[in-house]
């Protein structure tokens, strides 16, 4: 299995899928599935390719999910070996997507067809969800494909997003939810004039200013045993006219919120709102729901995995919460559990980026552990 693992992530790797691009990995990785006895089907949108191959039609069903996309690779000239060229030197696999997430998703491709190979007639089913979209807008990625299988009442069990989570050893964490992103363009009106008749002008500056500092003191939750504190920050601001004796008539501010469960999006838009309000500015507000926040607390699957990660490792692996968004956000709306699990992420995103070759065994070894605690006869 490692050298069946290593191969397809090296084949992956040198097709260069930047996302949106699909450069064939699809084709390449439903041909495996389809040999094993997966059915395939693929659903494209907007330029987007998706992919939902499974195998049988009972219940449970165990799910892998994952992106094939990948970021740009940045300047070629400081990539020790091209990107796009799979490269191997000092124990490492190198290569642009080598540890987000195309080592994963060669773990759990192999890891399934072993699984099936080897127990033809397993109980419940097998699938793979795996979309081109998850680096870039993810817009018609995997979000479609989960509306798609609500559509037709088709429902996911269990879930494992193959993202690269561990920090120091494979399989040191596990991600059991994430942090939902709401963001915000605040405009604060003013009148622009002559900083010379500040009886004339209204400085929307310094009208905001009292307001943007108790935003940014506020204890917005106190999180909860899962997650810490909802975090509010302040990206962007502008104002001016370019000139320096003008009072500008506007201000603009970017702000986002790190949300745990311990808040819901109307309920921090509204206490925004309000504070706004006390403060008396003339304002106007854009929200932006980039993810809600899901949480897989303690149970079958979370327990599933630690136990196949200490046995396959001997690592006991910790909960975590942290980071960005994933794609196990829109799992989650069809799916009561989803997991994150995958390779050091110390590179991602990175020149040079790369993954241990010693552990691409031990992934697939895990991903098929949870195959067959969940699913074996």
């Known amino acids: 299995m490692a050298d069946n693992t290593l191969d397809l992530a090296q084949r992956l790797i040198a097709l260069p899928s930047v996302t949106p691009r699909d450069a064939g990995c699809l084709d390449l990785i439903a041909g495996h599935l389809q040999a094993a006895g997966f059915v395939c089907e693929r659903i494209d949108v907007g330029g987007v390719a998706n992919l939902w191959a499974r195998h049988g039609d009972a219940s449970p069903l165990v799910c892998f999910a ?9 300047p070629l ?3 020790s070996s091209p990107p796009f060229v799979p490269t191997i030197r000092q124990g490492k696999l190198y290569g642009r997507g080598a540890a987000d997430m195309k080592s994963s998703v060669a773990a759990f491709v192999i890891a399934a067809e072993s699984f099936v190979t080897e127990d033809p007639r397993h109980a419940g089913s097998v699938a793979l969800l795996l979309t081109s979209d998850e680096e870039g807008d993810s817009i018609d990625g995997t979000v479609r494909v989960t509306e798609r299988l609500q559509e037709r009442g088709e429902a996911i069990d269990y879930c494992v997003v193959g993202e690269p ?8 964490t596990i991600k059991n939810g994430r942090r939902g992103s709401l963001s915000a363009k605040l405009i604060v009106k003013g009148i622009q004039g002559h900083v010379a008749y500040p009886d004339a002008v209204r400085n929307p500056i310094h009208l905001a200013a009292p307001a943007i ?4 003191g506020s204890r917005w939750d ?10 509010f920050q302040v990206s962007n601001i502008h104002a001016g006219t ?3 004796n003008v009072v500008p008539g506007r201000l603009e501010i970017d702000f986002n919120f790190r949300f745990s469960t311990a808040s819901t999006v109307v309920g921090l838009q509204h206490r925004v709102e309000a504070l706004l309000d006390r403060h008396g500015l003339d304002y106007a507000i854009h929200w932006q729901l980039g993810a809600k926040p899901f949480l897989t607390p303690l149970g079958r699957l979370v327990d599933v995995l630690a136990e196949a990660v200490l046995a396959v490792t001997g690592t006991r692996a910790k909960l975590s919460t942290s980071g960005g968004t994933s794609d196990g956000r829109f799992i989650a709306e069809i799916c009561r559990e989803v997991v994150e699990l ?3 992420n110390d590179s991602i995103h990175k ?3 790369h993954v241990n070759i010693a552990d691409l065994n031990p992934l697939a070894a895990i991903y098929g552990q949870v195959l067959r605690r969940l699913l074996g006869q």
């Open 342 to 344: 995958g390779p050091i």
């Open 222 to 231: 106190d999180g909860n045993e899962y997650f810490p504190p909802t975090s």
């Open 242 to 244: 370019g000139a320096g």
């Open 165 to 172: 989570t561990s920090v120091e050893h494979l399989g040191d």
């Open 213 to 216: 500092a108790e935003l940014a």
């Open 351 to 353: 020149v040079d980026e």
């Open 77 to 79: 000239e400081q990539w």
């Open 66 to 74: 994952g992106h094939i996309d990948v970021v740009p690779p940045g």
